[in-house]
Structures are given as C-alpha cells and as structure tokens.
C-alpha cells in the first residue's frame, strides 16, 4: 500500500532563516505531488504541485520554492523566512491521471 | 472562478444526533468532490468523493454525501454522531486539472 511521510512533524525557526521540508512517498512510481499551507483559521493554499522529476508548478507568488529531486521526494524550501510563512504545510500524491489526492502527517511551522 | 463554500464555521450536535454539513461549490464543468476529515493536528483524511454515477455516495465511518447538481450541492450526513467524529471537515472540488479547491471547513463539536 502507499504511504506519505513529512518531517520534521514541527519545527521553530527565527525570521531570516532558511527552511526545508521534506515529503517522500512509498509504494506508487511517478505520482503527481503537491504543497499546501493552511493558515490558523483558514482553508487550504496549493502552493506547488509536480508531476514528474524536475517539474514544478507555482500557484501563488511567495518567499517558498519547492523541488523534486527524485521520483518520490518533494521538498519546499525557504532561503528566508518571514512570520507570514507560519502555518501548517500539507504534502499530498495522487496516481498519474486520477483525481484523488492523499495527504501526509503534516509539518507545523513557527516562525518567531 | 471555482470556489467551494461551507456557509457553516462551527457546528455542535450531540452525540447519537444526526449530522449534516453543507457544502455549495461553483464550477463550470462536471466536477470532482470530495470531503476530508481533519483531526486536530493532523493531516486530511479521505472520508468520500463523487465522481459519477449514483448521486448518494457511501463513505468511510458511517459518512454518506448526496450530489444535487440542480443545487450546486455536495452535503455530508451521517446518521448518529459519535463522539470521534469531532473535527474539522473540509469539502473540496477538482477538474481536469487535479488540482484541489477547499471550502475554509466546518469544525464540528461533539455533545456527550
């Protein structure tokens, strides 16, 4: 069966610094791949989404970039961070051509 | 523009109540929808999706949605509420694109 998996859970970071999550998946090859951000009180932001190695997808302009380094490993990163990047970052998968997505734990991010 | 609306923030019912949350989205095509749970702190779960076919969709834990399309409608129920359904439920709608747009959820709280 597939699995997603995002770490660090939680983390804390001081304005300025840089960030990087990391989301891998198992058990499925070439799945589509996407970030999002839910902010305290909010709905949830696509922020990215890949579908193959390499490409990627921007929905909103942002401090936030992301990358796909292999197959199954989607990363969003930072050089510096703002207090507005607080929030609660979901990656999720689907299958290639279908419609449903899963998500994975999720990673909160505290910018102080 | 697509959108999906959760007209209803917060609900609380008792435990052993029926439930109904409601959803209205707008889209221009036949959609993809979907509801989510979400436990505090925790990553979106898949309760059910509609894709086509029978407009009542059975779902995970008791949950069933009804599709009305002459109301732009996609309403959760369940029957008798227990009290581990409390948490936030977010609907969302999809295209061809694969991308997903949410409703800002409703969080529901569960009376003993």
């Known amino acids: 069966s597939q699995t997603i998996h995002q770490w660090p859970a939680t983390l804390v970071q001081p304005v300025g610094s840089p960030l990087s999550l990391e989301c891998t998946v198992e058990?499925?090859?070439?799945?589509?791949l996407y970030w999002y951000r839910q902010a305290a009180g909010r709905g949830l932001q696509l922020l990215f989404y890949?579908?193959?190695?390499?490409?990627i997808s921007s929905e909103v302009p942002q401090n936030l970039s992301a990358s796909r380094p292999q197959d199954r490993q989607f990363i969003l990163s930072s050089k510096k961070l703002l207090l507005s990047d607080s929030g609660f970052y979901l990656c999720?998968?689907?299958?290639?051509?279908?419609?449903?997505?899963?998500f994975g734990p999720g990673t909160r991010l505290l910018v102080l | 523009a697509q959108s999906v609306t959760q007209p209803d923030i917060h609900i609380t019912v008792s435990e052993g109540a029926s439930l109904e949350l409601r959803c209205n989205y707008s889209?221009?095509?036949?959609?993809?929808l979907f509801w989510y749970v979400q436990s505090p702190g925790q990553g979106l779960q898949l309760l059910l999706k509609?894709?086509?076919?029978?407009?009542l969709v059975q779902g995970i834990k008791g949950f069933e949605a009804e599709f009305k399309r002459s109301q732009s409608s996609f309403n959760l129920r369940k029957p008798s509420v227990h009290w581990s359904d409390a948490a936030e439920y977010f609907c969302?709608?999809?295209?061809?694109?694969?991308?997903?747009?949410f409703g800002t959820g409703t969080l529901l709280a569960v009376q003993p």
């Open positions: 890949s579908v193959g190695i390499g490409q």
């Open positions: 058990g499925t090859s070439n799945p589509n």
């Open positions: 969302a709608v999809s295209g061809a694109t694969n991308k997903l747009i």
């Open positions: 999720a998968w689907s299958g290639t051509g279908e419609e449903t997505q899963y």
């Open positions: 509609y894709f086509s076919g029978d407009t």
């Open positions: 889209y221009g095509a036949t959609p993809y």
